[in-house]
């Protein structure tokens, strides 16, 4: 009877070994998920120094840590399950066995959809969720556009997913002691402890990083409101009825557009008389400016606002589907090169797969931090990008070098000087300050006494006279006007989306000062086109010389959890996709503070129901 005994208990051993050795994989795979999202969260950088000694790396495996106090707390959880089944059923029958089987293939897949999401993020920019599936199809074409180094991490945690998730349950079931049950129960004592020291700990604020919830738990069960279910921008956020309210008195040649980065209308004198920026800008051209009062993002972030300004399409439900969904609408580039144009790209501070797709339809010339500038040792380097002046100069130069017979040109410059963590004191002449806010505003006010040069300088030239320059604020900056409200890219408020938009014209092309048409970056695209005459074609943004009263708009952020909003010439609607919903009078309450849905019920229902089918 012993010896029939022994196979039994050795059988049961491997069986309860393998599944520790799967929970084991789990865990790890899990936490270097985290480790690699944290890696691919640029702020991280602002709290550790660039160097890497031993503690210091040991400093940034405790802050990703503190980030993964839910990935222990599941694997805990798991522990206490497997050493109660174990404790219940030590025999380990074939039912329990194929139960364990299970479970160990669910484990692995669970795994495998933490490294596809790790891929899906360093690709996308976002975690991926069920809505996301039919947007895989996608991803070879934004590979084709990603460098090895962007998708490092990916390699190195999938090959991690393939030795440990195979490795680890044929380890574990050849040492005795981890199928004891006392050592299961204490492994998962020993992790819950860890995971409450880890989540008191507490963790800085890091809000442009996605790193919780835990990504496939968020994918499984934390969605309320699908984003793939929403009607077209078109049908839930309509232009209207329109007409004409301005013609253009003379049309320009030249175009150049100026990317203002993490820039809020508010940080400029011209939306904010208390504001420094722009003052001289207005103090010395105010007669050539005409300033967009009511101009909002779709999205808090510096790639969707891109990929509107040069489609004229809504970045939604994601850029990358957007991407899919304009592959044979021309962008602004294109279109201008088929009417012989000069085309440029410059952007002096990081890219990503999805703006190197983008900027490769219809530039002729594309330069990014990574490339090779004229004299780029002679600019400071921030923590992101170079200093705005290398783009200004290069920018001058390529003007200032242009024979009198040269092609009608468009130039686009891209800033990044008030990107967070406003490294302000490492340009020559800027002061560094205790206050973020502070720092954000000296760097707002910088590059705009660069764009104040640069116009000077066409003026100069003559060159003025043919070129209309339009600067606008890619998206907002927020510094807690909202509670867990910073940097850019989580919520939906004035802050994150009000942006500024300037043209700027010798004579303002025959235009106003002002224009408080409600609009979106989605319209700069048409508006171009409009000055130059030339028709667009279907898009959903609508040119700013045209009036459309009741134009409604739509704006979303896909970061932690995620939300969706329409706004009108008088409120502000936000949906999150936890359920979340607020309704704010933007004319009695400019600053979005006070939620009236429990008063205005009608309102709010009325708006909701644009976000259905």
């Known amino acids: 009877m012993l010896a029939a005994a022994a196979p039994r208990r050795a059988v049961a051993e491997a069986t309860y070994g393998r599944a520790v050795g799967s929970v084991w994989a789990f865990l790890i795979v899990g936490l270097l998920v985290k480790y690699a999202e944290l890696l691919a969260t640029v702020e991280y950088q602002s709290l550790l120094p660039s160097e890497r000694t031993l503690a210091q790396r040991a400093e940034q495996m405790w802050l990703s840590l503190r980030f993964s106090w839910q990935e222990l707390i599941i694997a805990a959880g798991l522990f206490a399950l497997l050493g109660l089944w174990h404790w219940r059923r030590p025999a380990a029958g074939r039912w329990t066995r194929i139960a364990l089987a299970g479970a160990r293939v669910l484990l692995g897949v669970l795994s495998l959809l933490s490294v596809i999401g790790i891929a899906y993020y360093s690709l996308y920019n976002t975690h991926f969720t069920t809505d996301d599936l039919r947007y895989l199809v996608w991803a070879p074409f934004l590979l084709q556009s990603a460098g090895r180094l962007d998708l490092l991490s990916v390699q190195m945690v999938g090959a991690v997913w393939v030795v440990v998730t195979f490795g680890l349950p044929w380890l574990a079931q050849r040492y005795r002691p981890l199928t004891h049950a006392r050592t299961t129960v204490s492994t998962c004592l020993l992790l819950g402890l860890t995971a409450l020291a880890t989540w008191g700990a507490g963790r800085p604020n890091l809000a442009e990083a996605r790193l919780e919830p835990n990504p496939v738990v968020w994918m499984l069960f934390g969605q309320r409101v699908s984003y793939a279910n929403l009607p077209p921008v078109t049908t839930m956020a309509p232009v209207g009825a329109s007409r004409r309210a301005y013609a253009v008195a003379e049309r320009p040649r030249n175009i150049v557009v100026v990317a203002l980065e993490s820039t809020p209308a508010f940080a400029l004198s011209a939306f904010d008389p208390t504001a420094l920026a722009g003052r001289r800008l207005f103090a010395e051209f105010g007669d050539d400016v005409t300033a967009f009062d009511q101009i909002f993002a779709v999205q808090p972030s510096s790639t969707a606002s891109l990929f509107s300004v040069l489609t004229g399409r809504s970045p939604v439900p994601t850029t990358a589907a957007a991407l899919a969904a304009s592959a044979a609408t021309p962008t602004l580039p294109e279109i201008l090169k088929r009417r012989g144009y000069q085309t440029e790209f410059l952007l002096n501070g990081p890219t990503d797969s999805l703006i190197a797709a983008l900027t490769h339809r219809g530039f002729d010339r594309r330069l990014t931090m990574h490339d090779a500038w004229p004299n780029r040792d002679r600019y400071a380097r921030l923590t992101w990008g170079f ?69 000077r300088a066409l003026k100069a030239s003559g060159l003025a006279e043919s070129t209309v320059v339009l600067a606008y604020g890619d998206h907002g900056e927020a510094f807690g006007e ?102 704010f009078d933007r004319i009695a309450d400019p600053l979005e503070r006070t939620n009236l849905m429990a008063e205005r019920p009608a309102v709010g229902a009325a708006f909701r129901a644009r976000l259905r089918e």
């Open 387 to 455: 200093d705005d002046r290398m783009l200004f100069d290069t920018a001058r130069s390529v003007i200032e070098h242009r024979p009198p017979s040269s092609p009608p040109l468009f130039l686009f410059l891209h800033t990044s000087n008030a990107h967070h963590p406003y490294t302000s004191d490492a340009i020559p002449g800027l002061a560094g300050s205790d206050d973020a806010q502070l720092r954000h505003r000296e760097l707002v006010r910088y590059t705009l006494e660069l764009l104040t040069d640069f116009y």
């Open 482 to 583: 909202h509670a867990r409200n910073f940097i850019h890219s989580r919520e939906l408020y004035r802050e994150n989306l009000h942006v500024p938009v300037l043209l700027l014209h010798p004579r303002r092309l025959g235009l106003p000062t002002r224009i408080s048409q409600l609009g979106s970056l989605d319209d700069l695209t048409p508006t171009l086109l409009d000055l130059l005459g030339i028709e667009p074609d279907a898009r959903q943004g609508m040119s700013l010389l045209f009036e459309a009263p009741d134009r409604v708009l739509f704006s979303m952020t896909d970061w932690e959890p995620g939300q969706v909003a329409l706004r009108d010439r008088r409120y502000l609607y936000v949906l999150s996709r936890t359920g979340r919903e607020l309704l």
